[in-house]
Nanobody, 120 residues
């Protein structure tokens, strides 16, 4: 069972920046080989949607709405994935969830979620 611990959410004004962090309890070897790890978000009254994900052997995947504003990265030594969010807009307001899937057909693991609110 993998546990994901998120941090970095908060309140920011439009045009501001935040960095989310997600640290996995997975061991370093498994984390290095993990199939997918990234971020989803869910706004009130909406379905959970992919924001950005690192897929093994592929380029990072981004939602069209965040391309050129958000950047996903990972630090293997720290077993952590980051989401740098720039030029935040009110429509980015949501609960952001960290996600990990160790193998392509394995179970999905989720963090508890961190609130991001963009408001003046």
């Amino acid at each position: 069972q993998v546990q994901l611990e998120e941090s970095g959410g908060g309140l920011v004004q439009p045009g501001g920046s935040l960095r989310l962090s997600c640290t996995t309890s997975d061991n370093i070897g498994s984390f290095f080989r993990t199939y997918a790890m990234g971020w989803y978000r869910q706004a009130p009254g909406k379905d959970r949607e992919l924001v950005a994900s690192i897929i093994s052997g592929a380029q990072p995947k981004y939602a069209d709405s965040v391309k050129d504003r958000f950047t996903i990265s990972r630090d293997t030594a720290k077993k952590t994935v980051y989401l740098q969010m720039n030029d935040l807009q009110p429509e980015d307001t949501a609960v952001y969830y960290c996600h990990q899937r160790q193998i392509s057909r394995g179970p999905n693991y989720w963090g508890q979620g961190t609130q991001v609110t963009v408001s003046s």
